[in-house]
């Protein structure tokens, strides 16, 4: 397309978004020459959205390029998103590398986001690792990734269960979601001491919904919870007293790495 060569950058990066709310992927190509090549972090921050957008899997070595070697991380941060979206393992390598050496928390958050996104086991022992990121919003996400998973039974790594102890609420949050959606009864003791010093209200919600998953029955465990001032703190001791394990999966912590430029 001549309007990705313009000389106004404004236009480049018109054309460039307006190609990515297109479905027809005629312009891959164009794009990934634009993600290579603009001298404007502006238009290839937007030629990484419409890759991703697109779902052009033809752009992942190009795009894995960008998230190792572009100057700007707000373009290193789209094309971690971007290769996310694609569901393609080729995406794990260059995603892997940037959780492992990026300098920017957010290029880094996003590509764990990614990895979650990927739901690939071969990742974990990636996000396992990326629960001692020197950020509180890698260390969530990581946490959330680690629950992206998804495979009930699995051990829960030792990463994961530390994080319940983590100085940032959100994480230890996404830690206790995490915990309810992989079901590992070892985890319990640990979820039981999280919950004795545990003052948000909020994450305390979470640890209960771990605790039940995990095959907690003890009512000792949730008896103590009935004085909760949060009303739905109580709720869900209620229902766990009342042997109903099936309540919504709440609280849904999810990352937002805001994709579009």
Known sequence: MNLFSDDAEKVREAAVAAVGHMESTAAVTALIRVVRQDASPRVRRVAAWALGQ????????????????????????????????????????????????????????????????LEDRSAIDVLAAATTDRSPRVRGTAAW??????????????????????????TRLKAAWALGEIEDPGALPAIRDALRVEKSDRVRKGLIRALMKSGERSEAALSQLLSSSDPHVREA?????????????????????????
């Open 54 to 117: 697109l779902e052009a899997r033809d752009a992942i070595d190009a795009l894995g390029g960008v998230l190792a070697r572009d100057s700007d991380a707000g373009v290193r941060e789209m094309a971690a998103w971007a290769l996310g979206s694609m569901e393609d393992r080729r995406a794990i390598a260059p995603l892997t590398a940037a959780i492992r050496s990026d300098s920017e928390d957010r290029a880094r958050e996003t590509a764990v986001w990614a990895l979650g996104e």
């Open 237 to 261: 001791a209620v229902r766990g007293l009342a042997g109903r394990n099936s309540f919504d999966p709440w609280p849904w912590p999810w990352p937002r790495p805001r994709p579009f430029p």
């Open 145 to 170: 990734a680690i629950g992206q998973l998804d495979e009930n039974g699995a051990k829960a790594p030792p990463g994961l269960l530390r994080l319940l102890s983590d100085e940032n609420d959100d």
